[in-house]
């Protein structure tokens, strides 16, 4: 494909929200939580594991653990119990009861509504924080860049083809779509991710944006 100037490049990133805004009507965050706490440690346990395999875990885990309170106060291997369906369960026990620690030592069990203080807790990394900002507290800080993400960005050329990191890959989609898009484009990257653009298999025949993608098959 010819070089796309910058105007080319928002006018198809437009057209491509809007499209998967029709197709994906109910993009949300698929990590069932009741509230920021538990948000927080179901995006932590999320890391290399499925959506659907932390949902199986997580209620048995907050029954028994339902704020930071309890879980910091947690045996690490009472917690490992609870997790051992899921991958790397021994340093997420540890990560969780870290993170429910440090939540304790900062305030009241609160957690904190800036990118700056949830970073700061253990076990947070920018991508936790702002799967909790923008989902727990309405609050656009990034953007989401999770394999999904990552990957149909690359494959719509919603960033630089060189661009593969993703801090660097968030910082192009932030420069590419609004602030109050930000939180929801995750959304609907990761459920056309899921759905239609299978990694090994995309659906490029079924694919609403496939006329509008560098990659497309069809
Ligand atoms: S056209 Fe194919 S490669 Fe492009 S986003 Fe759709 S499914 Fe993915």
């Not at 989902?135 to 083809?161: P, S, Y």
């Not at 939180?183 to 990694?199: E, K, Y």
Request: charged fraction near 30%; include cysteine; glycine fraction near 4%.
């Amino acid at each position: 494909m010819p070089r796309e100037s910058k105007a080319a490049k928002a006018a198809r990133a437009e057209e491509i929200w809007e499209l998967l805004v029709e197709a994906h009507p109910d993009a949300h965050c698929e990590l069932d939580h009741r509230n920021p706490f538990e948000l927080a440690v179901a995006t932590i346990l999320s890391a290399q594991t499925t959506d659907v395999r932390v949902n199986m875990t997580t209620p048995a885990l907050f029954e028994r653990y339902p704020d930071a309170e309890s879980l910091a106060a947690a045996r690490q291997e009472d917690v490992e119990e609870l997790l051992k369906s899921i991958g790397l369960f021994r340093s997420k026990a540890k990560n969780i009861i870290g993170f429910a620690q440090g939540v304790l030592d900062r305030s009241d069990g609160e957690l904190p509504r800036t990118l700056k203080e949830l970073v700061s807790l253990p076990g947070i990394g920018r991508k936790t924080a702002n799967v909790v900002l923008g989902n727990a507290f309405d609050i656009n800080e990034g953007v989401v860049v999770d394999t999904h993400v990552a990957r149909l960005a690359q494959r719509l050329e919603l960033v630089l083809k060189k661009t593969t990191t993703p801090p660097a890959i968030e910082r192009e989609l932030m420069a590419l779509f609004p602030r109050e898009r930000w939180t929801l484009l995750s959304h609907l990257l990761i459920f056309h991710g899921r759905r239609v653009c299978d990694a090994r298999k995309p659906a490029c025949e079924r694919c609403t944006v496939s006329h509008l993608c560098p990659a497309s098959r069809v």
